[in-house]
């Protein structure tokens, strides 16, 4: 496996920092992930050694605001810049690997960021990866989180509430829970802008659901405490693209990626893959 770092500039000049893994030869296919709020680009090793080690690349942002990347943490002024963000990303992986078939990955509030962009710009992509979404929030927006960012979001729009984020809600691991909080990257702090925001760009990507045109695959651990997965399973239903997959993880968290059994999780993820590659370049 290879790995490389850089950093790629995105609106406002700002050079975000990423992250790539590469197989020995030629790719498969490449996947670029997206991570949720106050994660970063390095916490996603169980995908990256799954792929990479079946012949796919893959690529990790830090979004601005996180992880390497440059921005009180946490923070936007409108929601576009995610989409400049993720612009710039996918160009810089279009130029690496010209010709690839190339998906997009988003998890949690990343998952998201990535509905948000692809209902906008499927353009140049072979189909999108979605995983516990955050459609209906029960860990994070809190009534009085909602109404501060409501309120404050045009007075103050940097201030800055704390995200109560239930670190033992993400996954059955309790080695991963450790390392999450433990990690000098990760961080549990969000504006009132931010906040307002993907309050406003959860509601647009509802709304368009039925104007989605990429092949999706929606993963969902089914014990939740974060993320309903009864928010997924509306959203899927909502969803009028034929070329749709719903996968409930029996008795899975937040992350899926991270529970025990992940492995299954990532099957279903590379049986995505395979099967919207060209008919040409399958196994």
């Not at 989180?145 to 103050?156: D, E």
């Given at each position: ?165 239930e670190a033992e809600a993400l996954c059955r691991d309790r080695e991963r829970i450790t390392q999450y909080l ?102």
């Amino acid at each position: 496996m290879e790995h490389t770092e850089d950093t790629v500039e995105s609106a406002g000049g700002l050079k975000l920092y990423y992250q790539a893994w590469r197989p020995p030869g030629q790719p498969r296919t490449a996947v670029a992930i997206i991570h949720g709020i106050g994660e970063h680009s390095g916490r996603f090793k169980n995908i990256v050694d799954y792929l990479v080690a079946r012949g796919h690349a893959v690529y990790a942002l830090d979004l601005r605001g996180h992880g390497r990347s440059p921005g009180q943490r946490g923070h936007l002024m409108s929601w576009s810049e995610y989409r400049e963000d993720v612009k710039a990303f996918l160009g810089r992986i279009s130029t690496r690997e010209p010709g690839r078939p190339l998906f997009l990955y988003g998890h949690s509030m990343g998952g998201l960021v990535v509905l948000d962009y692809v209902l906008r710009h499927p353009e140049g992509l072979s189909g999108t990866i979605i995983s516990g979404p955050p459609f209906e929030s029960v860990g994070v927006a809190t009534p009085l989180l909602v109404a501060s960012a409501r309120i404050l979001s045009r007075l103050w729009p940097t201030f800055a509430l704390d995200v109560p984020l239930e670190a033992e809600a993400l996954c059955r691991d309790r080695e991963r829970i450790t390392q999450y909080l433990g990690d000098p990257l990760v961080h549990r702090r969000c504006s009132v802008r931010w906040a307002a925001e993907a309050l406003d760009a959860g509601a647009w990507v509802k709304a368009h659901a039925a104007e989605l045109r990429l092949p999706l695959l929606l993963l969902h651990g089914e014990e939740d405490r974060i993320n309903t997965a009864a928010g997924t399973r509306r959203f899927f239903e909502s969803v009028s693209y034929p070329d749709k997959t719903l996968h409930l993880v029996p008795g899975g968290y937040h992350e899926p990626h991270s529970d025990p059994g992940y492995e299954q999780v990532l099957q279903r993820v590379e049986e995505h893959l395979l099967s919207h590659m060209p008919e040409a370049a399958r196994p």
